[in-house]
């Protein structure tokens, strides 16, 4: 009823339009606002392609509060508002006026929801929007929102702002945007002709879409002579872009499988321990950067946030290597040089930890957020590199150089070696054996507490975390050779590496299951694996 | 130490003795409701919640008197997400608990591996979880959706509201995902779909490394064609494929990926931000504004002693599941298997959105389709609906072999899969 009278206000308004231009777009823009709160979502994408043809000032105030989710019809009288949120109720403001309407709490008001249609035409007009702000960052995201969603209607846009744009670098985006707008449509054959030539070097899949279809649909025969020429270039380069990106992809599944192997490489490949809490350890770690993270959301303030990953790690290095010297002391260390029994305690004690997190935090996934300096992706020579994956791969490096480093160079590193490659000797020379045992066992699972950090960026957070990476942390291990650090490094690598070649031709499952026969039939050929220890130590 | 450890397995033998030697002492007259959920292992982060939807609802029924007079009891086991141990357990309830009937199962292998022992000792399962069809038991009623009552809705919203004309079938690689995925592509096929237009993908049991099946993806959608991602990636899966979507910068508005297994629970372990927009088809959201749904949610709270406890549409199956079975118990004034199946055809429940499911003669019920959008807050915001609801077909006509086959356990069918029915009617009737 409500929604009728204001209709028909709205038609009252525009009846009276004539009468009084200067309100004219007010009133038409009052109208195209009430549309918005309509059950059918077609109706109500209706009216935002109105507000966006409307050019009122207030369009994208409106516009970016139904973006947000601010946007809402009071419930008595529906009228449309925006809300703030202060304390318990919203503080409200007439959408089409911006008039301060009172305050109401979110029981009384109804959320105008945007649906994804919607949300792309707001994205559009706020793009477009964008092409004049006075922030240049703004004006190269409202390009590359042309370029990525080209349309002809975009054209005469981006040539208003071709006009008055002074930086070379939004220049060259718009100069790009435009090109692949005329391509879209209703350029001139010259104009087509020269938008062939600037997107010639593209290596974006979208573009390349468009030129393809420009080569197969394009009116003009020099045009779709141009495009398919243009066309086998960036197919040319392509080929290679594809393998540069299987690399990398490769680099960055092998970081991943490194830093799940490597706490292994020290607890199994040095000690001799076949640990299968090994993935428990690296779920505590996931689980310490979730509880870090709560504590930074609760005590510290926003802007803080995103350094929790940094003071997450050494508190998964304590947390993990705590537990694991609490393992050793406590189980292991009565079954040494008993593989079976080890291999059943470990089991026994991976369930009991998962259990134990699973009563305390509960069965289900929890939320680990990535910090804004860990979201996103970069391009670089036209790879799409996301940010994560990088920050893994050179945390992994971070973490391998330093754990070579702790070994090769500082006493309790020559300790821990002396120990594993003669224990008698060792214990002959006055080292504690039993102690330097404890703190190995320590460090390699503090060390996978740190990979767990890592991981929650990536995956999930839930008790059986470390059930994913159990086999795959073996697995490397005994391929790159027990007890060789950088066979785990070179190990995890290649495994890395040729997965990733592999799934493109054979889809993820098969690559799974081939990459497991190659390393059998590797240690048919070599036993010790990749980095095979000599000497006299080796039993 | 070692006295101290001793002392304490005793104490806890006994503790065990106790609970066991105390059961019979009530259980005589209780009836006894079983839940065969996985408590630990990788299902218990979904199947937890159902157990705990169980427990609410038949400690509810109690508080209103119980059921024929009798207190209910809920003997829960713990089938640890190990299929085989599911088929042990059913077989634990059936013979040595005497339950009157099982709400159970999560996954599909975990109910083909029930299927022969509530067949064998003429058992009654409830199964809520939505599932890939091409099956009907006599003892089994299902109350998830089968793919007609999710995936065709799905596809349907896709090809006509958002003029989707290339196609991504991504899923684990299990028999729920390559059953949909057959149906749905013969169903795209059918509906003028070009098979180039089609890419479809397997990944294993928790994938987690999404970066090549991503970048693969958006090439696919850039043909120029509108593009979504059906996705009947499981659980686990899920986190880091959305994750890598966010980040790989494919948005809902290029590539919308509409999910068959991701619920409000799922969501509740992701950052939703980057993934507004996503859809998801099922047959109930938490979000739905109904008073029947205010209530249980409001009931789910106070039981969990939790308001951020999330609700999803397995349990709302669960509550249709349970209140028919109550219902059809009443009306048969027994527990017995035969005379409550007997009973449950035509029973008639409100659901959580506002409608009234029934239960079919072919072990499915009535549902409405509902496709939602992932909002900021971790709910979805329904954009479609079925218009009524839709029954559940037991057997899809998309595949060939299935087609023919028909599943209605009255008379004259009398059976799950059969071609014509199994009783003639009687000579000079």
Redesign the interface.
């Known amino acids: 009823m409500s929604r009728i009278l204001a209709a028909l206000g709205v038609l009252v308004a525009l009846m009276f339009a004539p009468l009084a231009p200067a309100h004219a777009d007010d009133a038409a823009f009052a109208a195209a606002v009430a549309g918005l709160d309509q059950k059918s979502?077609p109706k109500r994408a209706e009216a935002v392609a109105t507000l966006g043809t409307l050019g009122h000032a207030r369009t994208e105030t409106v516009l970016r509060a139904l973006a947000d989710?601010t946007l809402f019809a009071r419930k008595e009288d529906r009228q449309v508002v925006i809300g703030r949120l202060s304390g318990d109720a919203y503080s409200l403001s007439d959408a089409a006026t911006g008039a301060p309407a009172g305050s109401a709490p979110s029981g009384e008001l109804a959320k105008i929801?945007a649906?994804?249609?919607m949300?792309?035409q707001i994205?559009d007009i706020l793009g477009r929007f964008l092409l004049f702000s006075t922030d240049a960052e703004d004006r190269i995201r409202a390009a590359d929102q042309v370029l990525?969603?080209p349309d002809a209607s975009a054209v005469a846009q981006v040539r208003n702002a071709l006009k008055t744009e002074n930086e070379p670098a939004v220049r060259q985006r718009l100069e790009r945007a435009l090109a692949a707008a005329l391509l879209s449509g209703g350029g001139t054959t010259e104009e087509r002709l020269a938008a062939v030539q600037t997107l010639g070097n593209t290596n974006?899949?979208?573009l390349?879409?468009?030129i393809?279809?420009t080569a197969a649909n394009d009116a003009d025969d020099a045009v779709r002579a141009a495009a398919t020429s243009a066309l086998a270039a960036i197919d040319r380069r392509l080929v290679f872009l594809d393998m540069g990106?299987?690399l990398v992809?490769g680099l960055?599944?092998g970081s991943?499988l490194l830093l799940a192997a490597i706490g292994l490489a020290i607890t199994f490949g040095v000690m001799g321990v076949i640990n299968m809490a090994h993935g428990e350890m690296i779920m505590l770690g996931a689980y310490t950067t979730f509880v870090v993270q709560q504590a930074f959301r609760a005590y510290l303030p926003p802007d803080l946030f995103g350094l929790y990953l940094v003071v997450a790690v050494p508190m998964a290095f304590v947390v993990a290597g705590a537990v694991g010297v609490a393992m050793e002391r406590s189980v292991i260390r009565f079954l040494y040089g008993r593989p079976l029994e080890t291999l059943l305690a470990t089991w026994g004690i991976s369930l009991m930890l998962?259990?134990a997190i699973?009563s305390s935090f509960g069965?289900?996934?929890?939320?680990?957020?990535?910090p804004a300096w860990m979201?996103?992706?970069m391009d670089f020579l036209g790879l799409?590199l996301?940010?994560?994956?990088i920050v893994i791969i050179i945390f992994a490096a971070a973490v391998v150089l330093a754990l070579a480093a702790f070994l090769r160079w500082s006493a309790m590193g020559l300790n821990m070696r002396a120990v594993t490659q003669n224990r008698s000797m060792a214990a002959a020379m006055g080292i504690p054996t039993g102690r330097v045992d404890a703190l190995t066992f320590g460090l390699g699972s503090g060390i996978a507490g740190v990979a767990g950090v890592a991981l929650s960026q990536?995956?999930?957070?839930?008790?059986?975390l470390g059930?994913?990476y159990i086999v795959d942390s073996f697995m490397v291990v005994v391929f790159g050779g027990v007890g060789s650090l950088w066979g785990t490094v070179v190990g995890a690598m290649s495994l890395g590496i040729v997965n990733?070649f592999l799934?493109?031709y054979s889809?993820?499952?098969l690559a799974?299951i081939l990459v497991l026969v190659i390393i059998i039939l590797f240690i048919q050929k070599r036993p010790r694996g990749l980095f095979a220890l000599r000497g006299r130590f080796v039993e | 130490m070692k006295k101290t450890l001793r002392s304490l397995a005793a104490a806890t033998a006994l503790a065990a003795v106790g609970a066991v030697s105390a059961l019979p002492a009530w259980a005589a007259d209780t009836i006894k409701v079983g839940i065969l959920h996985s408590l630990s292992g990788t299902m218990a982060i979904s199947e937890t919640t159902l157990k705990d939807a169980m427990l609410m609802m038949i400690d509810d029924l109690n508080k209103q008197g119980g059921l024929l007079g009798k207190q209910v009891e809920p003997v829960v086991v713990d089938p640890a997400s190990n299929w085989p141990l599911f088929a042990e357990k059913a077989r634990e309830l059936l013979e040595k608990d005497k339950v009157d009937v099982m709400f159970g199962c999560w996954t599909s292998v975990s109910r083909k591996s029930v299927l022969p022992v509530v067949e064998d000792l003429n058992g009654l399962l409830f199964y809520p979880v939505q599932y890939e069809g091409e099956e009907s038991s006599r003892n089994v009623f299902y109350t998830g959706a089968a793919p007609n009552q999710q995936a065709i809705p799905a596809v349907d919203y896709l090809m006509n509201d958002l003029g989707v004309k290339r196609w991504v079938l991504a899923g684990t690689d299990y028999v729920y995902p390559r059953t949909t995925n057959k149906i749905l592509e013969q169903y795209l096929i059918d509906k003028g779909v070009a098979p180039a237009d089609i890419m479809v993908n397997y990944t294993p049991f928790g994938h987690a490394d999404w970066q090549t099946i991503v970048s693969d993806v958006k090439k696919f959608g850039s043909a120029g064609k509108k593009t979504a991602v059906v996705s009947t990636i499981n659980g686990d899966a899920n986190v880091p494929f959305y994750k890598e979507l966010a980040n790989q910068g494919i948005k809902a508005n290029d590539i919308p990926v509409v999910a068959f297994s991701v619920g409000e629970e799922e969501l509740a372990g992701i950052d939703t931000k980057p993934l507004v927009g996503h859809l998801a088809a099922w047959n109930y959201f938490m979000s739905e504004d109904s008073p029947a749904n205010a209530a249980f949610i409001k009931k789910w709270h106070a039981f969990t002693k939790d308001t951020k406890r999330v609700t999803n549409d397995p349990m709302e199956a669960h509550f249709i599941g349970f209140n028919m079975w109550v219902q059809a118990v009443r009306q048969a004034g027994t527990t017995d298997v035969d005379a409550v199946r007997q009973a449950m055809y035509g029973q008639k429940v409100a659901n959580l959105t506002g409608g009234v499911s029934e239960m079919m003669p072919n072990h499915h019920i009535t549902k409405p389709v509902l496709i939602g959008e992932i909002q900021p807050d971790g709910q979805f915001a329904t954009v479609w609906q079925t218009e009524g609801l839709v029954a559940g077909d037991a057997w899809s006509d998309f595949i060939p072999e299935s087609k023919k086959l028909n599943a209605d356990w009255t008379y004259p069918w009398v059976c799950g899969n059969c071609e014509k029915p199994k009783f003639a009617p009687l000579a000079g009737m």
């Not at chain 1, 069965?363 to 990535?370: G, H």
């Not at chain 1, 996301?386 to 994956?389: D, H, L, M, V």
């Not at chain 1, 990536?458 to 059986?464: D, E, K, R, Y």
Request: no cysteine; glycine share 10%.
């Open positions: 979502f989710g929801i649906n994804n249609q949300r792309g994205q990525s969603n974006e899949p979208a390349r879409g468009l393809q279809r990106q299987n992809f960055s599944l991943v998962q259990q699973r069965a289900t996934n929890r939320e680990v957020a990535n979201s996103g992706a799409t996301t940010t994560n994956r990536v995956s999930n957070v839930s008790p059986s059930q994913g990733k799934e493109p889809g993820a499952v799974k």
